[in-house]
């Protein structure tokens, strides 16, 4: 993978000269707890994962030169507010970060830009579709029906946060991050988080998730979070082409 941080100011101005075109991955997450036994940076954590394993897949192709930015780790995290270790931004700072980001890229030539995240709470979700619509960049919105009957059953169910399927990404990439002690003893908690949403519950505690987690984390597997991870990189790459192309 090629960070873009890495890179020297002469190297950029190379690479807008080359015959490939740049093609910019932005990781986006949060910090919000993940149950008592997942990091609070799981969602930056996924969607850095899912950025380096495009950016690898596609090292070799003779038409795009794809580098992943520098992630923005903060995000609208309302929902977990009565957990420790919640940082949660406004959503009108999400929107403008992004659009100031972004435009700042394409002012010096870089206008093909994917947005990658993997923090689903509603503002935060907005706020990123509303900020790329308007920066004129390219959103992986992995809540669109096509791409979520592409996941898991679990992601499908709506009851995911920090359960079997995001755990099992963390452990495919940061194992050491996990306590899979307590993973282990965690029952699984049935909240169906878009109708408990649309129902007008605004925190994790209300929702019935008294420990910041739903699904079944217990059941996560590092094989499972890189078979997830695989196809996490399908949708991305698939994007990062049509981007490429146009």
Avoid: K, W
């Avoid at 954590?45 to 030169?65: H, N, Q, V, Y």
């Avoid at 992986?140 to 898991?152: F, G, H, Q, W, Y």
């Avoid at 605004?202 to 984390?217: I, K, Q």
């Amino acid at each position: 993978m090629t960070a873009f941080s890495h890179l020297t100011s002469p190297q950029v101005a190379a690479l807008l000269a080359g015959p490939r075109a740049p093609v910019l991955l932005l990781p986006v997450g949060a910090v919000e707890p993940h149950g008592p036994h997942a990091p609070l940076g799981t969602d930056r954590l996924i969607s850095t994962g899912m950025c380096a394993r495009a950016a690898d897949r596609l090292a070799g192709d003779p038409d795009l030169e794809v580098l992943v930015l520098p992630a923005l780790n903060y995000g609208v995290t309302d929902f977990g507010a009565a957990f420790p270790g919640a940082v949660s931004i406004r959503p009108d700072t999400l929107r403008a970060l992004v659009v100031d980001v972004c435009r700042a890229l394409a002012g010096q030539g870089f206008e093909r830009i994917v947005v990658v995240n993997n923090h689903f709470e509603p503002a935060h979700v907005t706020a990123l579709r509303a900020a790329t619509a308007e920066a004129g960049v390219a959103y992986l919105d992995l809540l669109r029906r096509a791409n979520v009957a592409r996941l898991t059953d679990e992601f499908r169910s709506g009851s995911c946060h920090a359960g079997q399927y995001e755990t099992s990404l963390v452990l495919a990439d940061r194992p050491d991050l996990v306590d899979t002690t307590a993973m282990r003893e965690l029952p699984p908690v049935t909240v169906d988080l878009p109708a408990a949403m649309s129902a007008g519950r605004t925190d994790f505690v209300e929702m019935g998730m008294d420990r910041a987690y739903c699904g079944a984390p217990a059941g996560a597997t590092a094989a499972e979070g890189t078979s997830t991870f695989d196809t996490l990189t399908d949708l991305l790459v698939e994007l990062i082409r049509e981007v490429g192309r146009g």
